[in-house]
């Protein structure tokens, strides 16, 4: 490689990068810690249930999800069109961002916010099929841990700026930037179009300098039906040529949905269990995101010397006795929240860095997209589990158990995913089988 092509590869890798910043409003404000806030919250008012609702939302994006996402990777990969894809499907977010200004805070309003809650959640797992099997392309195997763990670090970095802007310049600013009002909450709804704004401006150096992958030259159209039937037989032929690698794709779908969880009603706990006001939630989210960030990092470099397989395991067990610890100490408080969530945050990143490290591992190019494929469809497949667990442990506590506030025992839910999904993490052996190439 000659030093013009290195240098090349260098800004790919950047530019592959810097769109996690760039999509980071999707996870952080929109995901996590504002709109699900303001959805719950301002736009319910006095409807019950506000947050069971919300995870039914999330279960119903997540079967949607599962049925399209092993065909979308696999048509990508074939085409020729994987940053094609990725970038058609970053601009729909922007319009799910900027249609989401219009939700006002009334409850009238709510099912809109819903549809487009988990609109947006279908769109943004599509995007990420195509993003993370750019991966390979843009990396060595002697960095790929370190520049997967960066760029999830360069995210939760997007996500602290985010959200510092967020409150200063519209939630507590006493005058909103731009002449902004508080009048129904359009202050609020304004972080929607900022974030929608933010996306649109960071994502164009991946359009510049990450080049489009080939077509290949055997490729075909399929029918949709087509496209299942090769998607059968893909999982037939992981589990006779590489077992390792379809029983890691089943114990990933499980803790993600896990972590998925996580990031979905963290917000909603610090809301309606432990009494963080609307600001609050957004102070402990900087924090969150400044210590995810430094978990990725870590992450990502002890993901380049002991491997993925440790790293993910590691974190599963610190997240299992970090979620536990935020149940069984609720009586404290707040402190619980602060410590407990923050703990929960720190071991997050690593987890979710070194999974798309670990599948890019055993994944030879050309095939990023279909495997990817399936490692979204499998997460999707279940993730109903997340929003489905919650749901229920919140309604068992409340309706068998005679638990007035029930939300706290949300947590329990979202703890079960994750510990069946590490038990079936150790039995993956650390270094599966590489995959053919097609």
């Known amino acids: 490689m000659t030093s013009n092509d290195a240098s090349t590869k260098k800004r790919g890798t950047f530019a592959w990068a810097l769109w996690d910043w760039a999509e ?22 006095m409807e019950t249930q506000a947050e069971v609702q919300l995870g039914i939302a999330t279960g119903i994006a997540g079967v949607i999800l599962a049925l399209i996402a092993p065909v979308l990777g696999r048509r990508s990969d074939d085409n020729g069109r994987r940053k094609f894809w990725l970038m058609f499907n970053t601009y729909l977010l922007v319009g799910i961002m900027i249609a989401s200004f219009f939700v006002k805070p009334s409850p009238e309003f709510l099912l809109l916010g819903l549809v487009l809650y988990g609109a947006g959640s279908v769109i943004q797992e599509a995007a990420l099929i195509n993003y993370y099997a750019m991966l390979k392309s843009v990396t060595t195997e002697k960095n790929i841990g370190r520049v997967s763990g960066y760029a999830w670090a360069l995210g939760y970095a997007g996500g602290i700026v985010l959200l510092v802007i967020s409150l200063a310049g519209f939630i507590l600013a006493s005058t909103p930037w731009f002449g902004i009002g508080t009048e129904d909450a359009v202050n609020v709804r304004s972080v929607f179009l900022f974030s929608a704004v933010w996306t649109l401006i960071f994502s164009i150096p991946l359009l510049l300098r990450v080049p489009e992958i080939a077509k290949k030259p055997n490729s075909r159209k399929e029918s949709v039906l087509q496209s299942y039937k090769s998607i059968w037989g893909q999982l037939k032929s992981l589990r006779a040529q590489a077992p390792e690698t379809l029983k890691f794709l089943i114990s990933s779908a499980i803790y993600r949905d896990g972590l998925a969880g996580v990031f979905t009603f963290g917000a909603v706990l610090g809301t309606l269990a432990f009494g963080f006001t609307f600001e609050q939630v957004i102070v402990f989210g900087i924090a969150a995101n400044i210590v995810s960030g430094l978990g990725a990092l870590i992450g990502g470099r002890l993901d380049d010397v002991f491997g993925s397989r440790t790293i993910i395991i590691s974190s599963l067990i610190g997240l299992i006795i970090s979620g536990s610890a935020v149940f069984f100490f609720y009586d404290f408080g707040t402190i619980t929240y602060w ?14 860095a070194s999974s798309r490290t670990f599948v890019s591992r055993f994944t030879p190019l050309g095939r990023e997209g279909e495997v990817f494929g399936l490692y979204q469809f499998t997460g999707r497949a279940i993730s109903f589990l997340s929003g489905t667990f919650w749901a229920l442990s919140i309604t068992i506590a409340n309706t068998v158990l005679g638990v007035k506030d029930a939300t706290i025992w949300g947590i329990w839910g979202l703890m079960i995913i994750l510990i069946v999904g590490l038990l079936l993490l150790t039995r993956v052996h650390p270094r599966p089988t590489v995959l053919e190439s097609n």
């Open 24 to 45: 980071q409003p999707y996870p952080t404000i929109m995901q996590t810690f504002i709109f699900p806030v303001y959805l719950t919250g301002t736009v319910a008012a």
């Open 339 to 352: 410590i407990g969530g923050l703990a929960l945050c720190l071991f997050v990143g690593p987890a979710q």
